[in-house]
């Protein structure tokens, strides 16, 4: 009876079928965007991804170590708060790089990255912003207060042509 529910392709555990159908759904979708961002209304031939992928991470704790290890393997994003503060965390240090300096302009965008929107967004949550983020962004010469900036920046050059000039009077 067994070998004749098998040949039909009978499901003897419908948990971890549908696992592997959202797993397989998964698969499809990074193949084709190259990453485990899912979107939380995506769909793929019907299958409810989003959902899918928002019912993994909100059961991570409880999950089987073997569909942990694949989703990990695959790259998957367990958390999309902490993923996405990391990638405007590393596009501000590209800039850094490439410009050596963190004054970054509202509008900037860096490689499609609103760079000059996160930055707006750290300065927004500054105090409620846990400690360790603080300290990353210091560490990098973040600009918290951008008027105070400018204003540190020009009275050094003003410092400068007193230096050579002995006076203040700019014209």
């Keep these: 009876r067994k070998k004749r529910l098998d040949d039909l392709g009978f499901i003897w555990d419908v948990a971890a079928d549908a696992w592997e159908e959202g797993f397989s759904a998964l698969l499809q979708f990074k ?16 299958y409810n991804l989003g959902e899918w992928v928002s019912s993994q991470r ?16 695959l790259g998957f994003i367990w958390n999309m708060k902490v993923f996405a503060w990391e990638e405007g965390f590393s596009a501000l240090l590209q800039f850094k790089e490439l410009k050596g300096h963190c004054r970054v302009l509202t ?13 707006v967004g750290q300065r927004k949550v500054k105090d409620t912003m846990p400690e360790s983020r ?3 962004l210091d560490d990098l010469g973040f ?4 008027a105070a900036d400018a204003w540190e920046k020009g009275f050094s050059a003003l410092l400068q042509f007193k230096e050579l000039n002995c006076h203040c009077r700019v014209v």
């Design 31 to 46: 193949e084709l965007k190259r990453h485990c961002r899912v979107p939380t209304q995506y769909k793929i031939d019907g």
């Design 58 to 73: 909100k059961a991570k704790d409880k999950m089987p170590t073997d569909q942990k290890k694949k989703l990990n393997d």
């Design 107 to 119: 509008s900037l965008k860096i490689n499609g990255y609103s760079l000059g929107r996160w930055v």
């Design 134 to 136: 603080k300290k990353r």
């Design 143 to 146: 600009i918290w207060d951008v």
